[in-house]
Every structure is written in structure tokens, then in C-alpha cells.
């Protein structure tokens, strides 16, 4: 007997009930959204790993340009000492004398260093508006220019940001002893971040009047802590830029300024020494 639709379609609703009813549920509860705050640490984090990875690449490629420097006129100078013997050998063997100098050479102009003054590896900079002369470390390898500071403290002056700070200094650095405990103050040409273990650090940016030998520039220092190491100034490749270039087997071949209350620039040369025999050892 056939079924009558009124009984067909209840049934048909019942069994398709049934089937959403033994359908499995997603009891997931739906993620947690990201608060604005929680973005921006995420993203300061991930900023600050990014900055000390990319310091990390520059000190490598630093160290590597300064290595390369030194090889190079270690090649330089290896060179010239085997022309040299093979010379004398063969003056020897022929028995003939050496021919004599020539008493002047042929200038050679060549083009973007000539216009250059040599500088050597480490040297004296004076800083005119602060009162003294330092030793400083002049690396290509290094972008910006460095001095070592103490005490820094921001301030505001007429709309302006400013910073105040002592130099710092070791006891072993040479410096004109009422500058040491100075306080000195410049306004701030902008600020960098350096990437830390513990996150990273703004370190403010400041233009002084500089000398070095004939060399008279506006350089723009970060302040840093460099007491830990052997030049309270570091030179980077912005100082060089278009006015100076560097040999890395020299050491002072400019004399240092004089200052009022200083010692003469005469009286230098036991205090250079005793520099260049510490970076000899460096370098072994």
C-alpha cells in the first residue's frame, strides 16, 4: 500500500533533522584580536632584531675592510723589500755599483687624490669649541664618527633640543686637564638608534667645529661610552668623504694642536709612541 504524502513529508523532516543534529560542531573558540598596543611591541620587537642583525653585518664587513687595508700594505711593503734584494744580488753578482737616485721625482696628478690629504691610521684632532686635543682612530670601515661622552643629558632651549655631557675620558687619555670634568653643550643635529641586547638605545647626533693638521671641518659626532676602548674619537668614512684619505701603516703624520693650557705639540712624540707600540700588539 503506497505511503500518503501526508505521512511522506513528515518523515523526510524528521530524518533531515536528525542529520544536523549528529553533525559534528566546532567548539574552537575564535582567536584573541590584537590589541593596538600588542602590534606595536610586536613590531618594535621585530624592528630591534632586524637593526642588531644589520649591525652585526656592518661590524663584520668593517672588520673585514680594515683587515684588507692592512694585508695590503703589508703586500705593499713585502714587495718593495724583495725588489730591493733582488737589486743588491744582482749589483753583487755583476760587481757593478748601483746607479744613483734620481734627485727629484715626476709628480703624478691623479684625478680625486691629489686634491686629498693623507691621513694616517690614528692621528690628533683638535675641537676648538671645546678647548683640547684628542687622539682619535680614523677607520673607513666605520660610517659615522664617534665621541666618546659621559653624563648625557637632553634639554630644550628655545624650542630647540639640546644635550649636555662630559667627555669620557680614561686616565691614560691625554687631554688638557680643565676640559676633563667640562661640561659641554651643543644643540642636537638628530638621533640614531643602536640596537642593544636589551632593545635599542637613541644616542643623540652633534656637529662640532674639528681640526686635523690642515683639515678644518664641522663633523658630526655620536655621543657614546668609549672608555672601554683605545680612542676616545673614532673618524668614519662620512669625515673622509672627498677630503682625506687614509694609510693604514701610518701613525700622526700631523702634529697636534696646541691649545692654551696644554703641553706643545713638540713634547708629543714619547705619547705617540707608546700609542703605536699598543697597536702593533693589537694587531699580532
Same mark, same amino acid.
Given at each position: 500500500?503506497?505511503?500518503?504524502?501526508?505521512?511522506?513529508?513528515?518523515?523526510?523532516?524528521?530524518?533531515?533533522?536528525?542529520?544536523?543534529?549528529?553533525?559534528?560542531?566546532?567548539?574552537?573558540?575564535?582567536?584573541?584580536?590584537?590589541?593596538?598596543?600588542?602590534?606595536?611591541?610586536?613590531?618594535?620587537?621585530?624592528?630591534?632584531?632586524?637593526?642588531?642583525?644589520?649591525?652585526?653585518?656592518?661590524?663584520?664587513?668593517?672588520?673585514?675592510?680594515?683587515?684588507?687595508?692592512?694585508?695590503?700594505?703589508?703586500?705593499?711593503?713585502?714587495?718593495?723589500?724583495?725588489?730591493?734584494?733582488?737589486?743588491?744580488?744582482?749589483?753583487?753578482?755583476?760587481?757593478?755599483?748601483?746607479?744613483?737616485?734620481?734627485?727629484?721625482?715626476?709628480?703624478?696628478?691623479?684625478?680625486?687624490?691629489?686634491?686629498?690629504?693623507?691621513?694616517?691610521?690614528?692621528?690628533?684632532?683638535?675641537?676648538?669649541?671645546?678647548?683640547?686635543?684628542?687622539?682619535?682612530?680614523? =677607520?673607513?670601515?666605520?660610517?659615522?664618527?664617534?665621541?666618546?661622552?659621559?653624563?648625557?643629558?637632553?634639554?630644550?632651549?628655545?624650542?630647540?633640543?639640546?644635550?649636555?655631557?662630559?667627555?669620557?675620558?680614561?686616565?691614560?687619555?691625554?687631554?688638557?686637564?680643565?676640559?676633563?670634568?667640562k661640561w659641554i653643550e651643543a644643540p642636537i643635529?638628530?638621533?640614531?638608534?643602536?640596537?642593544?641586547?636589551?632593545?635599542?638605545?637613541?644616542?643623540?647626533?652633534?656637529?662640532?667645529?674639528?681640526?686635523?693638521?690642515?683639515?678644518?671641518?664641522?663633523?658630526?659626532?655620536?655621543?657614546?661610552?668609549?672608555?672601554?676602548?683605545?680612542?676616545?674619537?673614532?673618524?668614519?668614512?662620512?669625515?673622509?668623504? =672627498?677630503?682625506?684619505?687614509?694609510?693604514?701603516?701610518?701613525?700622526?703624520?700631523?702634529?697636534?694642536?696646541?691649545?692654551?693650557?696644554?703641553?706643545?705639540?713638540?713634547?708629543?712624540?714619547?705619547?705617540?709612541?707608546? =700609542?703605536?707600540?699598543?697597536?702593533?700588539?693589537?694587531?699580532?
Amino acid at each position: 500500500m503506497p505511503l500518503r504524502p501526508i505521512y511522506v513529508f513528515p518523515l523526510m523532516g524528521a530524518l533531515l533533522l536528525g542529520g544536523c543534529a549528529l553533525a559534528p560542531v566546532d567548539r574552537t573558540p575564535p582567536p584573541v584580536p590584537v590589541s593596538p598596543a600588542q602590534f606595536d611591541a610586536g613590531l618594535a620587537r621585530l624592528e630591534a632584531q632586524l637593526a642588531s642583525q644589520c649591525n652585526l653585518t656592518q661590524s663584520m664587513l668593517s672588520e673585514g675592510a680594515v683587515r684588507d687595508q692592512v694585508i695590503n700594505s703589508d703586500v705593499r711593503a713585502i714587495n718593495g723589500q724583495l725588489r730591493s734584494l733582488r737589486s743588491e744580488l744582482a749589483n753583487a753578482a755583476s760587481g757593478s755599483t748601483p746607479a744613483p737616485a734620481a734627485s727629484e721625482c715626476r709628480h703624478v696628478d691623479i684625478d680625486g687624490v691629489s686634491d686629498k690629504e693623507l691621513v694616517g691610521r690614528n692621528e690628533w684632532i683638535g675641537l676648538p669649541s671645546v678647548g683640547t686635543y684628542l687622539k682619535a682612530r680614523i =677607520d673607513s670601515g666605520a660610517n659615522t664618527s664617534s665621541l666618546s661622552a659621559q653624563d648625557i643629558r637632553t634639554f630644550e632651549r628655545d624650542g630647540d633640543s639640546w644635550v649636555r655631557f662630559k667627555l669620557g675620558l680614561t686616565d691614560d687619555d691625554v687631554v688638557i686637564d680643565s676640559v676633563r670634568d667640562k661640561w659641554i653643550e651643543a644643540p642636537i643635529e638628530r638621533e640614531v638608534k643602536v640596537a642593544q641586547a636589551n632593545g635599542s638605545q637613541s644616542r643623540p647626533v652633534v656637529s662640532l667645529l674639528m681640526t686635523l693638521g690642515p683639515i678644518r671641518e664641522q663633523v658630526e659626532f655620536t655621543l657614546a661610552d668609549r672608555t672601554e676602548l683605545n680612542y676616545p674619537v673614532l673618524l668614519g668614512r662620512r669625515f673622509l668623504m =672627498d677630503i682625506a684619505i687614509i694609510d693604514v701603516a701610518e701613525h700622526y703624520l700631523h702634529a697636534r694642536p696646541e691649545f692654551p693650557g696644554g703641553e706643545p705639540a713638540s713634547d708629543s712624540a714619547d705619547e705617540e709612541a707608546t =700609542d703605536t707600540k699598543q697597536d702593533d700588539q693589537e694587531s699580532l
